[in-house]
Nanobody, 125 residues
Framework: EVQLVESGGGLVQVGGSLRLSCAVS?????????IGWFRQVPGKEREGVSC????????NYADSVKGRFTISADNAKKTVYLQMNSLKPEDTGRYYCAWDGPCLPRIVEGYYDYWGQGTQVTVSS
């Protein structure tokens, strides 16, 4: 069974940084995989933030986070990270990692099969 557990969220001031982690179990990281990060605020649809494809190291980012967020993976630890810098109030939301969807330029939640419970990020101004 695939399980994803996010951590690293919290309260941070504008301009600050956080690093989110997503620990994955029940899968073999040696295989080709695609993994994504999404975020959601109450009353809005879930938004694709970033994704990574292990086949060629390809990454994609939402326009709103390009240049500020970086996705990476540690295959030995079966963990994927989202480094978030220069945080803005509009980055506030619950962040989820998701497994087994295609990493496309437009990161679509419907393509991902497995989801974690999320971690809350709040950016205060």
């Amino acid at each position: 069974e695939v399980q994803l557990v996010e951590s690293g969220g919290g309260l941070v001031q504008v301009g600050g940084s956080l690093r989110l982690s997503c620990a994955v179990s029940g899968v073999t990281f040696d295989d080709v995989y695609d993994i994504g990060w999404f975020r959601q605020v109450p009353g809005k649809e879930r938004e694709g933030v970033s994704c990574l494809s292990s086949s060629d190291g390809r990454t994609n980012y939402a326009d709103s986070v390009k240049g500020r967020f970086t996705i990476s993976a540690d295959n030995a630890k079966k963990t994927v990270y989202l480094q978030m810098n220069s945080l803005k109030p509009e980055d506030t939301g619950r962040y989820y990692c998701a497994w087994d969807g295609p990493c496309l330029p437009r990161i679509v939640e419907g393509y991902y099969d497995y989801w974690g419970q999320g971690t809350q990020v709040t950016v205060s101004s």
